[in-house]
């Protein structure tokens, strides 16, 4: 569970900045056989089960996310993650 921050994090920069596909491989790695096209899979199947309020839907989504990418926390601080998706 303490991983889900970074998540939602990264679905924060997502969803109110976009993100390109070079720029996601600097902080966070694909599961295996996964891609770029299954990250937009599942921002799009979390923005379907969430309800309307941003809040859930950014946790419906960061849940979606966990199935395709791969975020070590154990190798960054949350606040240097937080710094490292804002300095993009």
Do not use: T
């Amino acid at each position: 569970m303490e991983n889900h921050r970074y998540y939602v994090a990264l679905v924060e920069r997502i969803f109110f900045e976009g993100i390109d596909a070079n720029s996601l491989e600097k902080v966070a790695g694909y599961k295996e056989g996964k891609s770029f096209q299954d990250l937009k899979e599942a921002v799009r199947l979390g923005l379907v089960e969430g309800p309307f309020e941003a809040g859930s839907q950014l946790g419906c989504i960061a849940s979606r996310l966990k199935e395709v990418l791969d975020i070590r926390p154990a190798e960054i601080s949350f606040h240097e993650y937080k710094d490292k998706l804002r300095a993009m």
